[in-house]
């Protein structure tokens, strides 16, 4: 009995310094974490939209866009980019749920009036060599200065104005399809999201 009260009492101990060690390694690393988190999306917002002087990444609206099977809100975040007070351009993340390999993480800039001035690939788990040249510049650069109206956003093997990749057509349609849905979800909204961002920076978490 009382071997077993010294081993319930060193565990006890253990799991406390244990405890203790973990709470001071996440409150070191919290920092560094979040600065290393938003110079990555410094990086994305940087990508895509034209040559601004604020914090984009602080100059938010919420929008939401829908309900998952849980019932619960999706969000999408539009980050807004000025020069003064000027609003140079607007970007947002979306999701291809339907890329070849999983999910396709993308970043699109916009100016104003729904032009894209920039698309980056933030994420993706598509088949090198094949499906991965989503993430060039060759191929993102196909959506620069185009519009809803202004393109068939559609993959040409569709009949659409978006050349596919040699010998991948699942993950460019799976790229020009969530873009244009962002697109259109960005020309729904739009007359908000301008508006807000005359507000002054601000983030708009309550919509």
Request: glycine content about 10%.
């Amino acid at each position: 009995m009382v071997d077993l009260r010294r081993l319930m009492i060193v565990l006890t101990l253990v799991t406390a310094v244990a405890g203790v060690a973990l709470a001071l390694v996440e409150a070191v690393t919290r920092e560094p974490i979040a600065a290393q988190r938003r110079l990555e999306m410094m990086r994305a917002l940087t990508a895509v939209l034209p040559p601004v002087n604020n914090a984009p990444d602080q100059d938010t609206v919420r929008l939401v866009t829908g309900r998952n099977k849980k019932g619960q809100e999706l969000v999408r975040t539009f980050y807004r980019g000025r020069q003064g007070e000027e609003l140079r351009g607007i970007a947002f993340a979306v999701t291809a749920p339907d890329g070849y390999s999983g999910n396709i993480e993308i970043m699109v800039g916009v100016d104003p009036h729904g032009v894209v001035t920039g698309v980056a690939i933030l994420k993706h788990a598509e088949t090198p060599g094949l499906g991965d040249k989503v993430a060039r510049p060759d191929f993102t650069g196909r959506f620069l200065g185009k519009a809803l109206d202004t393109a068939d956003w559609r993959v040409k093997k569709d009949g659409g104005d978006f050349d596919q990749l040699t010998g991948a057509t699942i993950s460019p349609r799976a790229v020009v399809g969530a873009i244009r849905r962002g697109l259109e979800f960005f020309r729904d909204h739009q007359a908000e999201i301008v508006a807000a961002a005359k507000e002054g920076p601000h983030d708009d978490a309550a919509r």
